[in-house]
């Protein structure tokens, strides 16, 4: 399977955007898929993980009630709304996926990136202050 990352871009605090992450190629048994991001010396962090069977959505506290995924299982991409962006949201956004069935719960804490087996590009999002 190859995730392809797209939809960041430069917006002012309190502004929205919208992130895609479009699976391709073995991506019949898509199990979950998450959000990371990473800020300049900082560690790479969960932002959202989805179940991709039913939909059921994960978000640490630092983005809930912000953030939104979303799925559409007809093209395997999952959207990711950001609303009232902030300036500490500036990072490069990461989706990732795995190859067996893992739980989202796990994956959106800390320790949660080493759990991904398969890695889009990033996408930088900038939030101006």
């Known amino acids: 399977v190859q995730l392809q990352a797209s939809g960041g871009g430069l917006v002012q605090a309190g502004g929205s955007l919208r992130l895609s992450c479009a699976a391709s190629?073995?991506?019949?048994?898509?199990?979950?898929i998450g959000w990371f991001r990473q800020a300049p010396g900082k560690e790479r962090e969960g932002v959202s993980c989805i179940d991709f069977s039913d939909g059921k959505t994960y978000y640490p506290d630092s983005v809930k009630g912000r953030f939104t995924l979303s799925r559409d299982k007809a093209i395997n991409t999952v959207y990711l709304e950001m609303n009232s962006l902030k300036s500490e949201d500036t990072a490069v956004y990461y989706c990732?996926?795995?190859?067996?069935?893992?739980?989202?719960?796990?994956?959106?804490?800390?320790?949660?990136?080493?759990?991904?087996?398969?890695w889009g590009k990033g996408t930088l999002v900038t939030v101006s202050s």
């Open positions: 990732a996926t795995t190859i067996s069935p893992a739980p989202c719960q796990v994956l959106i804490t800390p320790a949660g990136p080493y759990g991904m087996d398969v």
């Open positions: 190629g073995s991506s019949s048994n898509l199990y979950v």
